[in-house]
């Protein structure tokens, strides 16, 4: 791994200062001597000149150095599988074979293994990242809509009235920023390592509990014979202004996250998704129609200025989002799993 970035680092140098940036002309140049140089073996050479190649692609300004453990791309001529148990990786020293162990999560039975794969050393442990195809359930067709309102106190709640708590991961998120900021403020050798320690601890907290979240309510919707519809929140950072006190809760809540894991576990599980507009969603009254700006009380009251009707806002919004797409959304499965519409704004009154 070393080697083979050590060799990346060169091949990156020769790029950036004869500003050839094709695949084809610095595999021309560098090849034989990059191979004898660096011993590596014939394929691995090609996937060490297209690793530099493909970080050119988005920023040429400056000069790509790369870390000696970063990721090696292995193809299928340099890996193969023996079953699901072990796998053969080319390595300086010819084949190697190695154990592999997959997680419950990633179960491959039903799955299969293509295209190239990503080793990566992180913190003492090699990993395989695999690409697989994923068989898909047909698309149902859906008797109704389950209508899901994102947020922040509450991450999410449905039209059912189910809601699922933003509580502990607010804790959790309020605990490492203060633990961060103390070791941060205390600058030690052992602070620092304790700090690399709890790198990524906070981010894999929050995908476990949004796959729990998207899991489920794509179990109900399935069961329920129903699509998902969500609001479409595309700028959402940009377009919401937030308290002084509530920015950092409100920069690190993982907006898309969660709608992308209810998305392709849908799409898995065939069933249908759409967007719909957001506009009026936390304002319209779920019971009458009516549209005011006052009938949010709060951020978990709602109670309607025209017929009395009270409930709790995020449950409104819930709601609201489902008569959307009953009402504007012909019930129509396309070939990928959505459904076809034209987004029709919530009117006053309507």
């Known amino acids: 791994m070393e080697t083979f970035n050590h060799a990346c680092d060169d091949i990156s140098k020769v790029a950036y200062d ?8 610095l595999h021309h140049i560098l090849y034989y001597r990059i191979r004898e140089q660096y011993t590596l073996p014939a394929q ?9 190649v493909d970080s050119y692609k988005t920023e040429r300004r400056h000069l790509h150095l790369f870390d000696p453990h970063g990721a090696i791309i292995y193809d299928q001529r340099i890996m193969s599988f023996k079953g699901l148990e072990k796998v053969s990786l080319t390595t300086l020293e010819g084949r190697v074979i190695v154990s592999l162990l997959v997680g419950a999560y990633g179960k491959l039975d039903q799955r ?17 990242c695999l690409v697989v ?26 039209s059912d009235g189910v809601s699922y708590s933003g509580e502990k991961v607010e804790s959790v998120r309020a605990h490492y920023m203060g633990l961060k900021a103390e070791l941060q403020h205390v600058g030690t050798e052992s602070a620092k390592r304790h700090l690399r320690k709890l790198s990524g601890r906070e981010a894999r ?10 899991k489920e309510l794509v179990v109900v919707a399935k069961d329920t014979k129903r699509a ?7 700028g959402i950072r940009a377009q919401t202004t937030v308290r002084r006190k509530q920015r950092e809760r409100h920069g690190k809540w993982a907006f898309n996250q969660l709608r992308a894991y209810i998305k392709y576990k ?26 005011e700006k006052r009938n949010r009380v709060s951020q978990s009251e709602f109670k309607c200025r025209s017929c009395g009707f009270e409930l709790n806002a995020d449950l409104n ?8 797409a009953e009402v504007n959304q012909p019930i129509v499965v396309c070939p990928d799993g959505n459904l076809n519409y034209k987004p029709i704004p919530l009117g006053v009154g309507s």
């Open 18 to 25: 004869s500003k050839t940036f094709n695949q084809y002309k």
């Open 44 to 52: 691995l050479t090609v996937r060490a000149v297209s690793k530099v």
């Open 112 to 128: 299969r293994i293509r295209g190239q794969a990503d080793l990566l050393y992180i913190k003492g442990e090699f990993y395989l």
């Open 133 to 158: 195809e994923q068989p898909e359930e047909p698309p149902l067709t859906p008797e109704g809509y389950l209508g899901v309102d994102l947020g922040i106190i509450k991450l999410a709640t449905t």
């Open 205 to 214: 907290f929050k995908r476990q509990v949004n796959h729990k979240i998207s």
């Open 228 to 234: 998902i519809a969500l609001e479409d929140l595309k």
């Open 266 to 291: 849908a799409k898995v599980a065939g069933v249908p998704m759409l967007m719909v507009d957001p506009r009026n969603t936390s304002r319209r009254c779920s019971a009458c129609g009516h549209i």
């Open 317 to 324: 919004a819930a709601k609201n989002i489902q008569w959307r």
